[in-house]
């Protein structure tokens, strides 16, 4: 009996399908893209500036961003392994303050306002940022409270390449979550000469494709364990010093797109990142292409 219990704990058990069960999540974050595309569509014909303060290329970014932020949420929220109770409170949490900020952004900027820090508002302009603020605190902390239960998933579980490339995303998200505090305290992006904090929030953001992408491909390659681990650490690695690089020059109050020696940097750890991106696509291709070879044998035989 004691050996059947210890065999069973050792079970992998079937991790659920990426997006199951988050319909919600999905239709959120495709009304931000559909925004995105409405706003692109507006900018094409009126221009981008509405005066006095607004300015419709960030609500398009914006839109664009938080709509392929929600979808990445959607995609890795059932392998999170909460429980159906936690699991739901999380996901209307995100709904509620995602679609806030969706209205806010583009009913501001629509109005000639900026949506955080407006000085040409009224009181309730004002206290609308500031709702907006609070609700971007909170969802700090979902992505936090997410971070923290991936890092605490205990092994075995079915799909521990993807989770190790999550892992990695969450500590991306994390320093990009740090930049929007920072924005916050200062009420404004920009930092000493030329610094810009909105550069780092976005770049450590797409961590949440750039890092889960690649871990995907490699999850399905038909490669060894020890090359899986090793291009996603690598991979990884190389991003995460890239942000770090960012942050720094960030903190400087100087310019990230110049050739310095902290962007030189960063522009070469990126590089390493799309290499072992690169390797990642080519053995996921190469095992479509085997399975395509060993099939099509038995479809000629067939004919």
């Not at 942050?247 to 990142?273: C, R, S």
Request: glycine residues 8%; positive net charge; charged residues 15%.
């Amino acid at each position: 009996m004691t050996n059947l219990i210890k065999t069973d704990a050792n079970v992998v058990e079937p991790s659920p399908k990426l997006f199951k069960g988050e319909k919600w999540l999905v239709f959120t974050g495709l009304i931000g893209l559909l925004l995105a595309i409405g706003i692109a569509a507006f900018i094409l014909f009126r221009g981008s500036i509405i005066l006095p303060e607004g300015n419709m290329n960030d609500a398009f970014s914006f839109n664009a961003a938080i709509g392929i932020f929600t979808l990445s949420i959607a995609a890795i929220l059932p392998l999170a392994r909460f429980s159906d109770r936690k699991r739901k409170t999380i996901r209307w949490l995100f709904i509620i303050s995602i679609l806030y900020a969706y209205a806010i952004e583009t009913v501001q900027n629509f109005r000639g306002l900026n949506p955080r820090f407006s000085t040409e508002g009224s009181v309730i302009d004002t206290l609308a940022g500031m709702l907006f603020g609070v609700l971007s605190l909170m969802l700090v902390g979902l992505t936090i409270w997410l971070m923290i239960k991936f890092f605490r998933l205990k092994s075995p579980h079915g799909r521990p390449f993807l989770i190790l490339g999550i892992r990695y995303a969450f500590l991306s998200v994390l320093l990009a979550n740090l930049a929007g505090i920072c924005m916050i305290l200062l009420q404004g992006r920009f930092t000493g000469d030329a610094g810009n904090l909105i550069v780092l929030h976005g770049i450590g953001f797409h961590a949440l494709q750039t890092l889960i992408l690649p871990a995907w491909l490699l999850e399905k390659a038909q490669v060894t364990e020890r090359i899986k681990k090793l291009l996603i650490h690598y991979g990884s690695i190389a991003w995460m010093i890239s942000i770090a690089l960012i942050g720094f020059q960030t903190a400087l109050g100087l310019p990230v797109f110049e050739w310095t020696l902290f962007p030189v940097l960063t522009g070469i750890f990126l590089l390493g990142w799309l290499v072992s991106t690169a390797l990642a696509f080519v053995f996921f291709m190469k095992k479509g292409i085997n399975n395509a070879l060993e099939t099509a044998p038995i479809s000629a035989v067939k004919r």
